[in-house]
């Protein structure tokens, strides 16, 4: 089983809201992933988690805050979001430790689930 | 640092054409290398990857070999069907170390009965 799951699927909210996205997986796996996509583009990286830390954080705007309160789940808590944030938000796993010290071994293959639809008015 | 160029779509064919997507790459070290597809209004699903030189993944009939002297990776399939019609994404690893994925911008295909 390779399968992420993410809910909502779809959410509409205002630029004064609070909401939170989630993603989880059952695959054992260590490293989850959050990333935007904005229509034809591919996914940008925003935040890695390595063994619930964060090990990466791609300059992303601290209106968007992730968490991972343990090794299934994932978060993303959003605050005071503008209307360009409007975009598909992915999760992914993966096996191998992320960090950015190591440099061997193979890295292992992400698993994205299907997506968050956000629109914000 | 590390790059992927993917050829500019759309790619519109026939069904039971065969189909080529381009994707080469640029690395410092030996990334992996991926094809995710992406139907509308889903997320990335793995299509097939390659670990090392010459390996050939291959996945529902598409395949696509790491060719290290050309730097390429390219999509093949002998025979595509309408269901195929997605956007196709090439990535690789980092090999910074930070195992990061470094992807193409994407080419979406439009398979005609």
């Known amino acids: 089983d390779t399968e992420v799951t993410q809910t909502p699927k779809h959410l509409v909210m205002g630029m004064t809201n609070k909401k939170s996205l989630k993603c989880e997986q059952h695959m054992g796996h260590r490293a989850m992933y959050w990333y935007k996509q904005k229509a034809k583009k591919p996914p940008e990286l925003m935040f890695v988690y390595s063994y619930e830390k964060l090990s990466i954080n791609e300059s992303v705007p601290s209106r968007f805050s992730p968490e991972c309160p343990n090794s299934s789940l994932l978060n993303l808590h959003l605050h005071a979001l503008q209307p360009e944030d409007s975009a598909l938000y992915l999760c992914?796993?993966?096996?191998?430790?992320?960090?950015?010290?190591?440099?061997?071994?193979?890295?292992?293959?992400?698993?994205f689930g299907p997506g968050t639809r956000l629109t914000v008015l | 640092g590390d790059s992927v160029t993917q050829m500019e779509g759309p790619v519109t064919l026939s069904e039971e054409a065969f189909l080529t997507i381009n994707c080469t790459y640029t690395a410092t070290g030996y990334p992996s290398l991926f094809w995710y597809v992406q139907y509308p209004g889903e997320g990335l699903q793995l299509l097939l990857k390659a670990t090392k030189a010459d390996d050939k993944g291959s996945n529902k009939g598409f395949e696509a070999t790491y060719r290290k002297e050309t730097t390429s990776f390219h999509l093949e399939k002998g025979s595509v069907q309408v269901s195929d019609s997605a956007v196709y994404f090439c990535?690789?690893?980092?090999?910074?170390?930070?195992?990061?994925?470094?992807f193409g911008t994407g080419t979406r295909l439009k398979v005609l009965a």
């Open positions: 992914a796993s993966s096996q191998s430790k992320i960090s950015v010290r190591t440099a061997g071994g193979r890295p292992d293959t992400q698993y």
């Open positions: 990535a690789l690893s980092e090999t910074s170390g930070t195992y990061k994925y470094i």
